[in-house]
DNA sequence: GGGCTTTGTGTACAGTCGTTCACAAGTTGT
DNA sequence: ACAACTTGTGAACGACTGTACACAAAGCCC
């Protein structure tokens, strides 16, 4: 187990400020206590993320060390988490909505066929860059520690993969292919997809070199698979 | 984090004697303390791979817990790791030995090319099945907390998918494919059975049902990409 | 037999862990 | 305005952690 160094704190015990408001009316500092309410919260999974993007296991963090990251005190955990488990939960509810939010980009951007699959990588490989940490956690999920929340990702990811095919029988691309078919062929482009998702995260965040690669192989691998789906024949 | 219930010591604090060798000369119990060389080791991955098949993530486990299932004193540990990493990679090591007795047996069995999906997939899932620790710490891994262990994971799948594309070479299957695009195939091969994988290890062990469903769609899949593969035109 | 090396043991220490509790301070409802 | 509720705080607990050290027992070499 690769455990941090003995925390030393440099503040003093007690009560930290995350950011300083500026604009806030003038009161008296060392009354302030109160966040926007479900801020805290947002700063505990902000604070989870930002350790799972720091190369740390999801399933290896603590409670206080969360709160540590999250210059929060331990207990204030237990106001919004019940655990652990609890808050992984809760990242993979938000998880969804950077999913779908990547899902209306591409919808949106996507307009010819012929691009289709450059342009579709791009797009995702443009979300893992900027939500690194929430890509990482995915990652990590879909083989971690909680059957909760490798179910949770499991089920974003089949989600993902029923719209897909719901938008390329609209585009009426493979059209001999029956429905059956189809969820079978986008589940299996989602699941490569999401191995590449584990290529980008290897590398380091500014490699521009290796991320063409990732990119271009990742775009043969679809491309693959789409010929396969074209000549595809059920039986 | 997720933590066991609070560990209560049944046997006294003392020297452990994993099994009691019957067949052992008769000797002064109270002095027998040396194992067969290398047998503690072994003992201590074997008891890590047992804690990761109970559901454990490998990146959570320490040290003490490790010891404490292979009935041995933590100070022991040192004597044959470092840390927790140094024996991850070990671990890989052994997953590269498992590895290579699944592809031997799959060459010396898969000898027609019409059936060569369905008995490679069947192989594959017999051995998750008997060494599913393994697997799981392999599932695990590639998402993990160490990077050289992600690495040699890795580079195991590597290794893997170029002997398949020399296989398939040797085979004359996908005659037409350069050499650059027969590994991109196989690649691809790997990462769909490495997913696959996931799902078996996602139901519980003697779910045959569920198992038959994963057996079928992944060898669909492969279908899939040897079909694509095989209508392939490279540029 | 005597020394050297390897392996396992017991003790110990300082630091971290999850969790409980009582209390303070702010927010909301009336 | 006052009560009820929510949120943040600090201290405290017992258990567990990684690691260091000195020592004992067994195998190995000469």
């Given at each position: 187990m690769?455990?941090?160094?003995?925390?030393?704190?440099?503040?003093p015990?007690?009560r930290y400020?995350r950011v300083?408001?500026?604009?806030a009316?003038?009161?008296d500092?060392?009354?302030?206590k109160?966040r926007r309410?479900?801020?805290?919260r947002e700063?505990l999974m902000e604070a989870?993320l930002t350790?799972?993007?720091?190369?740390r296991?999801?399933?290896?963090?603590g409670?206080?060390?969360?709160?540590r990251q999250?210059?929060v005190?331990p207990?204030?955990?237990?106001?919004h988490?019940?655990?652990m488990d609890?808050?992984?939960?809760?990242?993979?509810d938000?998880?969804?909505?950077?999913l779908?939010?990547?899902?209306?980009?591409?919808?949106?951007n996507?307009?010819?066929?012929?691009?289709?699959?450059?342009?579709?990588?791009a797009i995702?490989?443009?979300?893992?860059q900027?939500n690194?940490?929430f890509?990482?956690?995915?990652?990590?999920?879909l083989a971690?520690?909680s059957?909760a929340?490798?179910?949770?990702?499991?089920n974003?990811?089949q989600?993902?993969?029923?719209?897909?095919?719901?938008?390329?029988r609209n585009?009426?691309l493979?059209?001999?292919?029956s429905?059956?078919?189809l969820d079978?062929?986008?589940e299996?482009v989602?699941?490569t997809?999401?191995f590449s998702?584990t290529d980008?995260l290897?590398?380091?965040a500014g490699d521009?070199?290796?991320?063409g690669?990732?990119?271009?192989q990742?775009?043969r691998?679809?491309?693959?698979?789409f010929?396969?789906a074209?000549h595809?024949?059920?039986?």
């Open positions: 690769i455990r941090a160094a003995p925390h030393v704190s440099i503040l015990a007690g400020t300083i408001d500026l604009h009316p003038i009161t500092m060392t009354t302030q109160r309410p479900g801020e805290t700063i989870a350790l799972v993007g720091r190369g296991h999801f399933a290896s963090l409670i206080r060390e969360v709160t999250a210059e005190v207990t204030s955990f237990y106001r988490f019940r655990n609890d808050l992984g939960l809760t990242l993979v938000e998880l969804g909505v950077v779908r939010g990547m899902m209306r980009e591409a919808r949106a996507v307009l010819h066929a012929d691009k289709l699959m450059d342009e579709s990588v995702f490989v443009n979300h893992v900027s690194r940490n890509f990482t956690f995915m990652a990590q999920g971690g520690e059957q929340i490798q179910q949770g990702i499991r974003e990811m989600f993902f993969a029923s719209e897909l095919a719901n938008d390329l585009l009426r493979l059209p001999h292919l429905d059956e078919d079978m062929a986008c299996l989602v699941r997809v999401a998702l980008i290897s590398i380091s521009e070199e290796e991320l690669r990732i990119r271009r990742t775009t691998f679809l491309r693959m698979i010929i396969g074209d595809w024949q059920s039986g």
